[in-house]
C-alpha cells in the first residue's frame, strides 16, 4: 500500500472534507500523513494519520477579510493573503516530503506554493478543492460575484465582461506571488488562475450536482465527489440537545475570523417567537457576547451532524462546508453570504431551489424570519441535492480515482 501526504492550508473548513476522502484512502491500507494548522493536529490524529503542524509562519498570516467593506474587496484581500502565505509553502512541503517520503500527495486548492512545488517534483499529485473551484466552463458566469447563469447572447456578453472586470483584478493580485514562486522552480508562467488550477492531473472537488449548476463542465481532469461530510468527536448527543422538543433551527458562523456575529444575534431574535429552538456555533467568535433567549442554545461549537439530525432549516454565514453538509442530511438551507466563495455558495442554492438566499446587508429579523420560514417549505428541493451528491460516489469514488489516476493502482 501507498504512503499519502496531504498538506492544507491552514483552515477547519479544508482540513475536515479532505479528511472524508483521507479516512477513505486510510480504510483501504494506506498510510496517510497530514501536514496542517496547528489546531488540527489533535484533529487529524483521532481520525489515524500522521498528522504535524505546518510551518508556524504560514498560520500566522491570517485572513483579514472580514475588515472590508465589500465582497470584492473581501475576496482581493483573501487572494492576497494566499499568495503571501505561498512564499512560505515550498519549503514546509519539502521538509514533509524529506520527512515521509510518500508515494503521492494531496494538496488543498489554496496553497498556491505547495501547489506549484508538487507541479515541480517528481511524486504523483492530485489536488484538492473543498468549495466551488474558479474554473471556467461554458454557460457558467465568472467566480466571485454570485451571478445567476445567463443563457444565449447576453449571457455570454455579461459574463465576459465580470471576467474583465472581477477576474482580471484579482488576477493582477494572485498571479504576481505564483509565477515568482514558480520561477524559482523553474516552472512556466502562467497567464491565469484557470491554468494555474488545471495544473495538477487530477482536481477533486467536494460537491455536487444539481447543488452545481447542470451545465458545468470542468473536463475529465476535474472530478466532483460530494460534500465529502465528516464530524470530529465527540459523538454522543449531550443531555441539553436530547430535552429539545421543538424542531430545531442551526444556525452556524465561519470557522475563521469574520464580521459574521450579527448572524447568530439577528437569528435568535428573529425566531425568539417561532415554534423552533434555535442551536447556534460560534466556532470563531465569542458565544457569551450573544444574549440568548429560552428557545435558543448559543455554544463555540457542536458537531452539526447531530444537530441535523433533528433540523427543519439550517441558516448559514455560506461556507461550503456547512452549507453541503446541512444539505447532506436533506435540511434545506438560509444562507446569508458575508464574501469569500459564500455569494456563489448562496446563488447556487437559489437556483438549485434547495433554500433561500439573504444578502448580508439586507439583514434585519423580519427578513431572515421570513427567509427562514419559505427555506421549510423546500425539503423537496435539499431532496434532489442529497440524490446528486450519491450518484458522484462520495468518497469511495474519490479514493477510487485517486488510486486510479496517482497511484496508478487499478481498481476492479
Same mark, same amino acid.
Request: proline share 8%; with cysteine.
Given at each position: 500500500?501507498?504512503?499519502?501526504?496531504?498538506?492544507?492550508?491552514?483552515?477547519?473548513?479544508?482540513?475536515?472534507?479532505?479528511?472524508?476522502?483521507?479516512?477513505?484512502?486510510?480504510?483501504?491500507?494506506?498510510?496517510?500523513?497530514?501536514?496542517?494548522?496547528?489546531?488540527?493536529?489533535?484533529?487529524?490524529?483521532?481520525?489515524?494519520?500522521?498528522?504535524?503542524?505546518?510551518?508556524?509562519?504560514?498560520?500566522?498570516?491570517?485572513?483579514?477579510?472580514?475588515?472590508?467593506?465589500?465582497?470584492?474587496?473581501?475576496?482581493?484581500?483573501?487572494?492576497?493573503?494566499? @499568495?503571501?502565505?505561498?512564499?512560505?509553502?515550498?519549503? =514546509?512541503? *519539502? !521538509? %514533509?516530503?524529506?520527512? &515521509?517520503? $510518500?508515494?503521492?500527495?494531496?494538496?488543498?486548492?489554496?496553497?498556491?506554493?505547495?501547489?506549484?512545488?508538487?507541479?515541480?517534483?517528481?511524486?504523483?499529485?492530485?489536488?484538492?478543492?473543498?468549495?466551488?473551484?474558479?474554473?471556467?466552463?461554458?454557460?457558467?458566469?465568472?467566480?466571485?460575484?454570485?451571478?445567476?447563469?445567463?443563457?444565449?447572447?447576453?449571457?455570454?456578453?455579461?459574463?465576459?465582461?465580470?471576467?474583465?472586470?472581477?477576474?482580471?483584478?484579482?488576477?493582477?493580485?494572485?498571479?504576481?506571488?505564483?509565477?515568482?514562486?514558480?520561477?524559482?522552480?523553474?516552472?512556466?508562467?502562467?497567464?491565469?488562475?484557470?491554468?494555474?488550477?488545471?495544473?495538477?492531473?487530477?482536481?477533486?472537488?467536494?460537491? @455536487?450536482?444539481?447543488?452545481?449548476?447542470?451545465?458545468? =463542465?470542468? *473536463? !475529465? %481532469?476535474?472530478?466532483? &465527489?460530494? $460534500?465529502?461530510?465528516?464530524?470530529?468527536?465527540?459523538?454522543?448527543?449531550?443531555?441539553?440537545?436530547?430535552?429539545?422538543?421543538?424542531?430545531?433551527?442551526?444556525?452556524?458562523?465561519?470557522?475563521?475570523?469574520?464580521?459574521?456575529?450579527?448572524?447568530?444575534?439577528?437569528?435568535?431574535?428573529?425566531?425568539?417567537?417561532?415554534?423552533?429552538?434555535?442551536?447556534?456555533?460560534?466556532?470563531?467568535?465569542?458565544?457569551?457576547?450573544?444574549?440568548?433567549?429560552?428557545?435558543?442554545?448559543?455554544?463555540?461549537?457542536?458537531?452539526?451532524?447531530?444537530?441535523?439530525?433533528?433540523?427543519?432549516?439550517?441558516?448559514?454565514?455560506?461556507?461550503?462546508?456547512?452549507?453541503?453538509?446541512?444539505?447532506?442530511?436533506?435540511?434545506?438551507?438560509?444562507?446569508?453570504?458575508?464574501?469569500?466563495?459564500?455569494?456563489?455558495? %448562496?446563488?447556487?442554492?437559489?437556483?438549485?431551489?434547495?433554500?433561500?438566499?439573504?444578502?448580508?446587508?439586507?439583514?434585519?429579523?423580519?427578513?431572515?424570519?421570513?427567509?427562514?420560514?419559505?427555506?421549510?417549505?423546500?425539503?423537496?428541493?435539499?431532496?434532489?441535492?442529497?440524490?446528486?451528491?450519491?450518484?458522484?460516489?462520495?468518497?469511495?469514488?474519490?479514493?477510487?480515482?485517486?488510486?486510479?489516476?496517482?497511484?496508478?493502482?487499478?481498481?476492479?
Amino acid at each position: 500500500m501507498a504512503t499519502i501526504l496531504a498538506y492544507t492550508s491552514p483552515a477547519l473548513g479544508h482540513l475536515l472534507p479532505m479528511s472524508a476522502l483521507l479516512s477513505e484512502l486510510s480504510s483501504r491500507g494506506h498510510r496517510v500523513h497530514v501536514r496542517t494548522l496547528s489546531a488540527g493536529v489533535e484533529i487529524g490524529r483521532q481520525f489515524g494519520f500522521g498528522t504535524d503542524a505546518i510551518d508556524p509562519r504560514i498560520e500566522a498570516i491570517q485572513l483579514e477579510d472580514g475588515k472590508e467593506a465589500t465582497p470584492r474587496a473581501a475576496l482581493k484581500s483573501g487572494v492576497a493573503t494566499f @499568495g503571501r502565505r505561498a512564499a512560505h509553502e515550498v519549503a =514546509d512541503l *519539502g !521538509d %514533509a516530503i524529506t520527512r &515521509i517520503r $510518500p508515494d503521492a500527495l494531496l494538496v488543498d486548492v489554496n496553497c498556491w506554493g505547495a501547489l506549484s512545488a508538487a507541479e515541480a517534483g517528481e511524486i504523483p499529485w492530485a489536488t484538492f478543492v473543498p468549495y466551488t473551484p474558479p474554473l471556467q466552463s461554458p454557460g457558467v458566469p465568472p467566480f466571485g460575484p454570485g451571478l445567476r447563469p445567463l443563457s444565449g447572447v447576453l449571457g455570454r456578453l455579461r459574463d465576459a465582461a465580470v471576467r474583465v472586470v472581477v477576474v482580471r483584478t484579482l488576477e493582477k493580485v494572485m498571479l504576481p506571488p505564483i509565477n515568482t514562486i514558480r520561477a524559482d522552480l523553474d516552472l512556466r508562467s502562467v497567464a491565469s488562475m484557470d491554468q494555474f488550477l488545471r495544473g495538477a492531473p487530477l482536481v477533486l472537488v467536494a460537491s @455536487g450536482k444539481p447543488f452545481q449548476y447542470p451545465q458545468t =463542465d470542468w *473536463g !475529465d %481532469a476535474v472530478q466532483l &465527489i460530494g $460534500p465529502c461530510v465528516v464530524d470530529p468527536g465527540p459523538h454522543t448527543v449531550p443531555d441539553w440537545l436530547a430535552a429539545i422538543d421543538k424542531p430545531i433551527v442551526l444556525v452556524t458562523t465561519s470557522s475563521e475570523k469574520q464580521a459574521d456575529t450579527d448572524l447568530v444575534r439577528t437569528a435568535v431574535t428573529a425566531l425568539q417567537d417561532e415554534p423552533v429552538h434555535v442551536v447556534a456555533t460560534l466556532p470563531a467568535g465569542r458565544p457569551d457576547e450573544i444574549a440568548a433567549p429560552p428557545n435558543a442554545t448559543v455554544l463555540q461549537f457542536i458537531p452539526h451532524g447531530m444537530v441535523l439530525d433533528r433540523a427543519v432549516c439550517a441558516v448559514t454565514h455560506g461556507g461550503m462546508g456547512a452549507t453541503q453538509k446541512a444539505l447532506a442530511h436533506g435540511v434545506p438551507v438560509c444562507v446569508v453570504p458575508y464574501g469569500r466563495d459564500q455569494l456563489e455558495v %448562496a446563488r447556487r442554492v437559489e437556483v438549485a431551489r434547495c433554500g433561500t438566499r439573504l444578502p448580508a446587508k439586507k439583514l434585519s429579523p423580519s427578513r431572515l424570519r421570513s427567509k427562514v420560514r419559505e427555506a421549510m417549505t423546500m425539503t423537496n428541493g435539499a431532496r434532489r441535492v442529497v440524490a446528486g451528491f450519491r450518484a458522484t460516489g462520495g468518497t469511495a469514488r474519490g479514493a477510487d480515482l485517486f488510486e486510479q489516476r496517482v497511484l496508478g493502482i487499478n481498481v476492479g
